[in-house]
């Protein structure tokens, strides 16, 4: 049975992809200059909204996508708090060495990782890999040799999932996946990856042959099937995170979580 993906367009998949993938990058180094947490709190809370209310994707899908959230948050958090250091000691047990100034750098770096992650994915929930490439010839004149090459290896990647499936069955039939052991396990190994590999040079040639014969390699004007360009929606986007970062900013000054707000991470 296939699985449904199936979504709701909203403003947000409206964006340019390149202009929306320049901001991301933005964003990104603006929130590794980030050093306040009640700023990055409230930064987050801004990034969430968008991943809640304007992805278009039904709430169940975006619950499970949020579970590695969570682990994100654990996992680096934690481990700052039970291991960092710091002058005020809350708590020891052996190894485990809880201090004021670790507990808040884990929290921060617990937030900043969310905040990656929900970065990145209402990018990848809200642009098709095919606007974006398109975006990018049209608009950073990125050669069509490259931005179809990557393309091309995009749309494999389902193919080789399937292959490897159909794989999967094939050697479950011949009874190779009841197999137990280090050596059993390196003949698994070498039966699935000397055929996916094959299939992967084979069909990589045919593209590239196929490229070449349609003058990919050609410096000369192209037309596209697709035209994109800047919208009123490209202005919403800058809007939003315009006045978000500069409210984060504010209520973090007037209305702080913690008293404890610069967390840095040297020696």
């Known amino acids: 049975m296939a699985m449904d993906f199936s979504y709701k367009e909203t403003w947000l998949h409206k964006i340019n992809p390149s202009l929306k993938l320049l901001i991301m990058v933005f964003l990104f180094i603006h929130l590794l200059m980030i050093h306040n947490t009640n700023i990055l709190i409230n930064y987050m809370v801004g990034m969430l909204v968008l991943y809640l209310f304007f992805t278009g994707h039904p709430w169940k899908r975006l619950l499970v996508i949020s579970i590695p959230f969570l682990l994100i948050f ?46 990145g994915i209402v990018f990848a929930l809200t642009t098709r890999p095919v606007y974006l490439f398109y975006s990018l010839m049209q608009q950073f004149k990125l050669k069509p040799k490259y931005a179809y090459s990557f393309m091309a290896a995009i749309r494999l990647i389902p193919l080789m999932i399937e292959e490897m499936q159909t794989l999967h069955y094939a050697l479950q039939v011949r009874g190779v996946q009841g197999e137990r052991g280090i050596k059993e396990f390196y003949k698994k190994i ?60 504010v209520t973090a000054t007037h209305f702080p979580y913690f008293s404890i707000t610069d967390v840095r991470f040297g020696s």
């Open 190 to 249: 070498k039966a699935y990856s000397i055929p996916l590999l094959s299939q992967s040079i084979r069909r990589a040639y045919r593209i590239a042959v196929a490229m070449e014969a349609k003058r990919f390699t050609n410096h000369g004007n192209r037309t596209y099937f697709y035209r994109l360009s800047f919208s009123k929606f490209d202005v919403i986007f800058l809007c939003y995170l315009l006045v978000i970062i500069p409210l984060s900013y």
């Open 74 to 119: 654990l996992t680096s958090s934690t481990s700052m708090i039970f291991f960092g250091k710091g002058e005020i000691t809350w708590a020891k047990w052996g190894l485990v060495h809880i201090t004021e100034e670790s507990f808040f750098r884990g929290l921060h770096l617990g937030f900043r990782g969310i905040s990656f992650a929900i970065l």
